[in-house]
């Protein structure tokens, strides 16, 4: 069993080189293992190209020696015509005779039917060798499949007093122009404009969040974000995708001068407040992971209604002593903290995919 977690960390490794263009498909790396030396390798590089053991396969020059290779892959290799022709098929044609499966494919039309197909075949099939590493991997893919929502991720920059702004809200249908777009506000100028205003997050965080956006596929604030802060929403600071944007606007107050309004992304406006009809939205679209970056009222509703995977906190070091207080969690598991240029951000995960 060592030697297979040690060639299935390949596969975990060689996985995590399609985050890029894999989506909304999962990340997959396949190794093909013949007298203890890997004579192939390959990765699911973007969606709609060729699977992971299709590269694999495709990669091994000297042929003969697939049938008595070992395939080492993290996810169940599929049986069903997609985009591409079945790759449990392929196993089958190449006369691999055993197959090592990282976890199963939740997806209906796999989800142990590619197992079946290859033990059918006859091929010596072991499924579950680092599971818990390759459900996390795909966190996001195995959510939207078993749960029928997206992966949710809550984003919020505070003082380390506990608020997450010192501005009131704007009068309805006016909003401050710039904004922060990226983190919270440390002390506006006189006048509460918000160009110009001093940001909980640095150059560095601000930076990452533009990251995780571009690894998210739809960003959700609030009215009053929307209204006080005016963001844009999009990856600036980060090459990769913008996400599909999302606010609410119950009461039709949100002004066309916004830059969510600009029509330079793709941006859809909720004119309800129920979490559950935007997952439900969410999820007939197809979008696996929803990164929500505020306002407090926004993710403490998430936080209370049960709706949230992860949260990531960003702590300055300065205090307000007054202002919008930050959600708070009644739960979840520290699973990471971080420093950055005297900024701490915390990782907490609500529930573990492997409990």
């Given at each position: 069993m060592s030697i297979d977690i040690e060639f299935m960390r390949r596969c975990l490794q060689l996985a995590q080189c399609g985050e890029a263009g894999a989506a909304p498909n999962p990340m997959v790396g396949a190794v093909i293992v013949c007298d203890g030396r890997i004579i192939g390798e390959g990765f699911h590089r973007r969606c709609g190209g060729p699977h992971a053991e299709v590269n694999a396969i495709n990669s091994v020059r000297e042929k003969h020696l697939l049938s008595r290779?070992?395939?080492?892959?993290?996810?169940?290799?599929?049986?069903?015509?997609?985009k591409t022709p079945p790759c449990a098929d392929l196993i089958i044609r190449s006369r691999i005779?055993?197959?090592?499966?990282?976890?199963?494919?939740?997806?209906?039309?796999?989800?142990?039917?590619?197992?079946?197909?290859?033990?059918?075949?006859?091929?010596?099939?072991?499924?579950?060798v680092l599971e818990q590493e390759c459900r996390e991997l795909n966190?996001?893919?195995?959510?939207?499949?078993?749960e029928h929502r997206p992966w949710i991720l809550l984003k919020w920059a505070q003082s380390e007093d506990g608020y997450i702004s010192p501005l009131p809200a704007p009068p309805s249908g006016e909003c401050f122009r710039g904004g922060r777009d990226g983190g919270g506000i440390v002390a506006p100028p006189q006048g509460v404009s918000g160009e110009g205003a001093v940001f909980f997050s640095n150059a560095l965080t601000q930076t990452l969040v533009h990251r995780l956006r571009a690894r998210s596929q739809a960003i959700l604030v609030g009215t009053r974000t929307a209204l006080v802060d005016n963001p844009t929403l999009t990856t600036r600071y980060w090459p990769g995708p913008n996400p599909l944007r999302l606010t609410i606007d119950r009461h039709d107050i949100l002004p066309s001068t916004l830059h969510l309004k600009d029509g330079s992304t793709p941006t859809v406006v909720y004119t309800h407040e129920s979490i559950e009809e935007i997952l439900r939205d969410l999820y007939s679209?197809?979008?696996?992971?929803l990164l929500v970056e505020g306002g407090a009222k926004l993710l403490q509703s998430f936080i209370?209604?049960?709706?949230w995977d992860e949260a990531r906190i960003e702590t300055a070091p300065v205090r307000l002593g007054k202002g919008v207080s930050a959600p708070t969690l009644s739960e979840g598991t520290l699973i990471n903290k971080l420093t950055y240029c005297s900024n701490e951000i915390r990782i907490i995960r609500r529930q573990s995919l492997h409990a």
């Open positions: 290779s070992t395939i080492y892959v993290s996810l169940e290799p599929c049986a069903h015509f997609g005779p055993r197959v090592v499966i990282g976890c199963a494919d939740p997806f209906a039309k796999v989800n142990g039917l590619g197992i079946k197909k290859l033990r059918d075949a006859g091929c010596d099939v072991t499924v579950g966190r996001r893919f195995f959510t939207f499949h078993q679209r197809g979008i696996q992971s209370d209604a049960g709706f």
